[in-house]
């Protein structure tokens, strides 16, 4: 499975930005697709998740009331709408799939992932 996601770039605090992560490689049927981020000297943290079938979604607090997380599942393709951007948002953003599914009913942790995207920069300028 390969995931690209694409979408970032250069915004201003309050602007919006629309991450995208098309799935290929082999027939999709992934357990929960994620999106995480990681700032500059920062570990990699947990932003978004949605469980692929159902279309659940959880969303870590730092984002809640922002972000959006969605799905287009005829295209296996993931979306993380992003509005009312603040600096302290500035990270690469990865999309992941949780494959095979981890146990956890919504999988925020990193190791719970089997496949990962390659990262689209974000940067919120002041």
């Known amino acids: 499975v390969q995931l690209q996601a694409s979408g970032g770039g250069l915004v201003q605090a309050g602007d919006s930005l629309r991450l995208s992560c098309a799935a290929s490689?082999?027939?999709?049927?992934?357990?929960?697709m994620g999106w995480f981020r990681q700032a500059p000297g920062k570990e990699r943290e947990f932003v978004a998740v949605?469980?692929?079938?159902?279309?659940?979604?959880y969303y870590a607090d730092s984002v809640k009331g922002r972000f959006t997380i969605s799905r287009d599942n005829a295209k296996n393709t993931v979306y993380l709408q992003m509005n009312s951007l603040k600096p302290e948002d500035t990270a690469v953003y990865y999309c992941?799939?949780?494959?095979?599914?981890?146990?956890?009913?919504?999988?925020?942790?990193?190791?719970?992932?089997?496949?990962w995207g390659q990262g689209t920069l974000v940067t919120v300028s002041s």
């Open positions: 490689g082999r027939s999709f049927s992934t357990y929960a």
């Open positions: 949605i469980r692929w079938i159902a279309g659940n979604t």
């Open positions: 992941a799939a949780d494959w095979s599914s981890s146990g956890s009913y919504y999988p925020t942790s990193s190791y719970e992932y089997d496949f």
